[in-house]
């Protein structure tokens, strides 16, 4: 059973483009976080979704960062007109049952992107 | 609102050496209580948790955390390290309601020398 898949690895974009960064759950998970993780510091919830829904948005940035979780397909996180301090690891993790955010969430490796 | 602090923010220990890792939180009630490994370039993953019950909790890779109410902590521990030990550990706390985010300490990372 594969784990939580997520591309690219690695991303670069100059300052004002879009990133866009896909994370594919556990085949029977329906329900997907996002976090991301700057330099020194620990892990920052941003979203979490489930299929066609966002049930918790509090951690997002209120502009330019939207996300995604499709009937099909994986959950995109949309970062648009990206800025330095954008540049971070986004790590996404997926659960399969409805007890929320105490649920065992298993993570994927991260995309690393950075802004020039 | 949940928070959790990891007062250490690097520690190396001698390979077969005891390893006691520093997690401290603060919540109004009993919390829900995580620690996560990450390796290098890595995701994260659940070595363990608690909710309830017996305070003392085994985990994976040898791992135990024993959580204590009157010191709001819920430190890390294991006998003897392995070099492959090395990495970066989390811990995490979450609500019962399981309807509030979990909330991450900044980390300890772990070095083990020979």
């Known amino acids: 059973n594969a784990g939580v898949m997520q591309n690219p690895r690695h991303l670069v974009r100059r300052r004002g483009q879009e990133a866009r960064l896909r994370c594919s759950p556990m085949?029977?998970?329906?329900?997907v976080y996002w976090y991301r993780q700057l330099p020194e510091e620990g892990l920052k919830f941003m979203v979490y979704l489930q299929k066609e829904n966002i049930i918790d948005e509090s951690g997002m940035p209120k502009e330019r960062f939207s996300a995604e979780f499709p009937k099909e397909g994986p959950s995109i996180l949309r970062i648009q007109q990206v800025v330095r301090g954008d540049s971070a690891a986004y790590f996404c993790?997926?659960?399969?049952?409805?007890?929320?955010?105490?649920?065992?969430?298993?993570f994927g490796p991260g995309t690393r992107l950075t802004v020039l | 609102a949940q928070s959790v602090t990891q007062p250490d923010i690097h520690i190396t220990v001698s390979e077969g050496a005891s390893l006691e890792l520093r997690c401290n939180y603060s919540?109004?009630?009993?919390?829900?209580l995580f620690w996560y490994v990450q390796s290098p370039g890595q995701g994260l993953q659940l070595l363990l948790k608690?909710?309830?019950?017996?305070?003392l909790v085994q985990g994976i890779k040898g791992f135990e955390a024993e959580f204590k109410r009157s010191q709001s902590s819920f430190n890390l521990r294991k006998p003897s390290v392995h070099w492959s030990d090395a990495a970066e550990y989390f811990c995490?706390?979450?609500?019962?309601?399981?309807?509030?985010?979990?909330?991450f300490g900044k980390g300890t990372r772990l070095s083990v020398i020979a």
């Open positions: 608690y909710f309830s019950g017996d305070t």
């Open positions: 995490a706390v979450g609500t019962p309601a399981g309807n509030t985010p979990l909330v």
């Open positions: 085949k029977g998970h329906s329900h």
């Open positions: 993790a997926s659960s399969p049952r409805t007890s929320g955010f105490t649920d065992t969430q298993y």
């Open positions: 919540y109004g009630a009993t919390p829900y």
